[in-house]
Structure formats: structure tokens, C-alpha cells
């Protein structure tokens, strides 16, 4: 019978041998559901960050660009700058006849006067500054300066300015490096 108890014996021993084993199965696959479901919040967090590194490049390269655009347009203007000291920009001067609706527009570039615009061309004012400016050799991306000079006390001067604002604006849109300054004679 002694044989008989040592089967019985190793039958239960195998019994929690085989309940140890179920439990190590168990628990090692929640385990690896947990680890499976911690790499995919690790990618996640991974992919953002990346994310956030690209949108952080793009910035820092509009960023340098801009810089960069600047450190161009510094020159650009400077050069203007200097050339509008030394009587090198277009100057506008406007002369209103009061009490009626005649006007004439006097175009100069430094010391040359390169046209005169009377009121009754008013409909081709844009073009025919735009023309001057086209033959003094400016292309539209250049800079310069364009002075214009009137007296706010002359009647209807406020009408006719308003006129010419709207075709320097227009050709601003073409010539963006345009600087376009109103200068009032009469203060």
C-alpha cells in the first residue's frame, strides 16, 4: 500500500502544480495586456511629442524666414532712407483752384518734374502715376517713397485727397514696398 500513497500523493501535489501553473498563465497574460495597453499609451505620448516637435520646427522656420525678411527689407529701406535724404523720392504736390472742382497734380522725382495731371484725367489718375513710377525704372519690388504735398486749407482739397489716397492705395497693392506719406503744407 505504500506505493498506493505515494501515487496519491504526487496526484495532489501535481493538482496544485497544475492550479499554480493556471494562476501564472492568468496573471502573466493580464500582465501582458497591461504591458501591451502601457506601449500603445507610450506611442501615443510618442507620436504627439512628435507632433508638437513638428509644429515647433514649422514655427521656428516661419520664424527665421520672417527674420530673415527683415534683415532684407532693413536694406531695402535703409537704401530708401537714404536716397529720400538726398531728394531722391516721388513727390506729389497738389494744387486745388478754390471754389471749384479743378485741381492739378504735379509728379517730380528728385528735381525733375516728370508730369502734370489735371483734374478733368482724374478717372486715369492710378495709371498715370503708376506709369511715372514704371519709367523712372522702379519694378514692383522695389522700395521708395512717394511724398505727397498739399494745403489742407484749400477748398476741396479733403475731395481730391480722398481721390488720390484711393489710386496710391491701388497701386500699393502692386508696389508693396511703396511708402506713401501725406504731408499737409498749411500747419
Not at 505515494?6 to 501535489?13: A, E, V
Not at 532712407?81 to 513727390?91: D, R
Request: aromatic residues 10%; proline residues 1%.
Amino acid at each position: 500500500m505504500k506505493a498506493r500513497e505515494i501515487i496519491l500523493d504526487f496526484t495532489s501535489l501535481l493538482d496544485v502544480i497544475m492550479i499554480m501553473l493556471f494562476f501564472f498563465v492568468l496573471y502573466s497574460t493580464i500582465d501582458t495586456k497591461n504591458a501591451i495597453n502601457d506601449a500603445k499609451l507610450a506611442e501615443q505620448n510618442y507620436n504627439n511629442l512628435i507632433e508638437e516637435q513638428r509644429e515647433i520646427n514649422e514655427q521656428a522656420a516661419r520664424e527665421l524666414a520672417r527674420a530673415e525678411m527683415a534683415d532684407k527689407n532693413a536694406a531695402a529701406n535703409q537704401e530708401a532712407l537714404n536716397a529720400f535724404e538726398k531728394g531722391e523720392f516721388f513727390q506729389l504736390d497738389l494744387d486745388v483752384i478754390d471754389n471749384s472742382d479743378n485741381w492739378t497734380l504735379t509728379i517730380s522725382y528728385g528735381d525733375k518734374e516728370l508730369d502734370t495731371i489735371k483734374s478733368s484725367q482724374a478717372n486715369d489718375l492710378k495709371d498715370l502715376i503708376e506709369s511715372q513710377i514704371s519709367k523712372s525704372g522702379f519694378s514692383k519690388d522695389d522700395t521708395f517713397i512717394c511724398q505727397l504735398y498739399y494745403d489742407g486749407n484749400q477748398n476741396g482739397t479733403a475731395k481730391v485727397f480722398k481721390v488720390i489716397n484711393e489710386a496710391i492705395d491701388s497701386i500699393h497693392r502692386e508696389y508693396t514696398c511703396l511708402y506713401f506719406n501725406p504731408q499737409n503744407k498749411s500747419k
